[in-house]
Every structure is written in structure tokens, then in C-alpha cells.
């Protein structure tokens, strides 16, 4: 029988709801992906890139969300739950507010931005009609994110579990009924996962803010409507620079998903289904960097810098476990995951379900570090030190992601020496280098200590 430490059991206590309902979110996704996969390759394309430009949103979310965790833990640990419930009610109003540009952007720009990504003619026409279906609930979407975010911060992570699983299968449930049209509701092929993924989004949204109203949970949510640019600046102070950094990682990602469509529809679909299987594989290390920010966040508002540095290293210790593990899965099972997101009928199966596998061989090599990166990362978000991570992302994507998929991809000539390119293989394997670079580099940001002293 495996003993945990203090450490270590606050640590999965907080861990653990995180990574079910991640889990739970991930199994959504993964049946949302076979369901539109029966439909085929174009629909399997259209709604993976509509999907990787919802992403592209997710800076401004992540903003409002980083800050809300960091200051509510500090001040759940430093035992001031009036500030910290005020922390919350500014959150909500800054995330609608900043869900309606998001909304008006999908809408009218999203056929534009994939047309710009490089998506054939009828990928842009479906794909776009699931962008608008989407992009109509991101207010909703991100006062929901960020109501999360608080509750993790206080340490609350089984509430969000709870509401994540209604919202998931509520999602399940109107992707069979909308998608394939059953039960006399009409049938809308793609955009009706979309459709499915509002509703739950609505729901999971509405009960979360009676349960905060209701004095349930440990913050409480009673609106005084009444804006507080105090608190409001804290929150932005903190959040901005994750929101500069998912941008640039937005951007950076945009500009790899570029390369990885132009090698052709069926490396896309490809791509997407093994993007969708790796997501279950690192919930682990999702709930570890939940858990680790909002520790790290509470041991410095109570004034005990080395309490969290040790709570980091006991998260780094799990999560290698956890996700080495889930490589071993990958790389011994490739064929067998990817089976269930492709139709046999398409005429395309044999080639989707070999690039697929090799997808996942490859990112499965680098799913330690990729542990260590959420941890680290979550470590530095929590104590509030934001620039850092905004710094290494600025660095690291282009240096060994871009620039090596790009050459390695479609070959080069320098002079004498000429190189063919490796094709899609050489993005994945990219995607992997830059893994194990980018952890390094936060493990290095770590030890030097500055994280320890930011104030918020």
C-alpha cells in the first residue's frame, strides 16, 4: 500500500477532482470527435480547425481566470474571505464583459481566420458554421471558467469536478440528439456539437452561480452590481501577462497549425484525432498544476515560502508517475486508441489511423516533461509570477517548435546540402522537442527563487 505524506495528501486532495473533471471534459471532446468522425475526414477537419480558433480565445479568458486563482488563494491563506468573495464577484463582471468582443470576433472573422490557416474551400464553409454556434456562448463559457477559477483557488476543486460532469454529459447527451438528429430533433451534422457544448456550458453556468449565491460553498456570490477598479486592476495586473503569453502561444500555435494543414486534409484529421487522444493522457498533469497553484498561492499568503517550494517538489515527484504511466500507454497502444475516432467506411482509414499512431509514439516520449511543465507553471501562476512564463513561451515555441516543423517539414537547400522534409512526422516531432525544452526552461525559472517574493 502506497503511504502519501502531509504534502503529498493535500496535494491529491485537491488533485484528484481536478483530474476527474478534466477527465470528464476530455471524454466529452472525445466523443464529440467520434460522433462527428462517422460523418467523415472533411467533417473530422472542419470542426478540429473551428475548434483550434475557439482556442485562439482562450488568452483573454486565461487573464481574468490566472488572476482570480492567485488572489484568492493568497487571501484564503491569509484568512481574509471578505476580499477574497470580493475577488470573485469582480471576476464574473470583467469575464462577461470580455466574453462579448470574443462572441462579435467569432462571428464575423471566423471564415476569415480559416481561410488564413490555409482550409480548403468546403473545410472553411462547415468549419465556419460551427465557429459562429460556438463563439455565441463564450460570455457564458468565461464567466463560468473564471467562477472555477475561484473556487480552485479557495481550495474547492470538487464542486468544479461536479459541475463539469453535469455540463459534459447534458453535452453528450444533445450531441447524439443534435448531431445525428434523433428523437425528433433536426439533425445539424457538426454544428450540432456545438449547439450540445452551449447548452451544457448554459446550464453548468447557472447552477454554479445559485450554488455561490446560496452560501454553500466556501465563497459566496451576492451581486452589489457595483464595479470595483481596485480589485479589478489586481486581477488584470496579474492576469495580463498570462494573457500576453497565451496570445503569443495562441499565435505561435496558429501559425504551427498553418503548417501542419498544409500537408493536406487527411494529415489534419490525423493530427486532430491524435490531439484528442494525448488530451486524456495529460489530465493528470492538469490537476497537478490546479492543485499546485492554489497550494503555492495559499503557503505565500500565509507568509511560508519554503512550505511551498517543498508542496512543488512533492507535485513534480506524483505527476512523473502519473505521466509516465500514460506514456507507457501511448506508445505500447497507438492503434488501439485511434480506432475508435475513424470510420471504417472512409475511404481513408488505413492512411489517418497510420499518422495517427505515429502522433501519439511520438508525443508519448515527451509526457514527463510535459508533467513537469504544468506543474512548474502552475507553481509560478499561482505565486503570481506571471512575466516568467510569458517570457519562456515568447522564447521557446518559435526556437523549437516553428522553426524546426517548418525546415524539417518541408525540407530545405543551403548550398550543396538538400533535405526532402519528413512531411506532418517532422511537426509532431517538433511538438515533442519543444516539450522537453520549454519544461527545462521553467525548471530552471523555478530554482532561481524570484517567484517566492512576488507581491499581488
Partial sequence: MIRLNEDQRRLWKLAWPAIMGNISQTLLNLVDMMMVGQLGALALAAVGLGGQVSWFMMPIMAAVATGTLALVSRFVGAKDLEKATLTLEQSIYLAFLLGIPVMLFGWFLGDDILKIMGAKPDVVELGYDYIKVLFAFYPVRFVGFTAFSALRGAGDTRTPMKLGILMNVLNAVFDYLLIFGRFGFPALGPVGAAWASGIGITVSMITGLYLLWSGRLVLRFRPRWRFDPAIAGRILRIGI???????????????????????GTIALAAHQVGLRVESIAYMPAFGFNVATAALVGQSLGEGKPEKAEKIVYEALKMVSVFMGLMAIVLIAFPRYLVMPFISPSDPHYGEVMRLASIYLIIVGISEVPLGWLFVLGG??????????????????????????????????????????????????????????????????AFKRGKWKHVKV
Avoid: C, Q
Fill in 241 to 263: 501577462p498570462t494573457m500576453i503569453e497565451r496570445g503569443i502561444f495562441s499565435l505561435y500555435n496558429f501559425l504551427y497549425m498553418s503548417i501542419v494543414t498544409r500537408f
Fill in 379 to 444: 507553481a509560478l501562476r499561482g505565486a503570481g509570477d506571471t512575466k516568467t512564463p510569458m517570457y519562456i513561451t515568447a522564447v521557446s515555441k518559435p526556437l523549437f517548435r516553428l522553426l524546426p516543423a517548418y525546415l524539417l517539414g518541408f525540407g530545405f537547400t543551403v548550398g550543396p546540402i538538400h533535405f526532402e522534409g519528413l512531411g506532418v512526422i517532422a511537426a509532431w516531432m517538433a511538438m515533442s522537442l519543444e516539450t522537453f525544452a520549454t519544461a527545462g526552461l521553467f525548471w530552471w
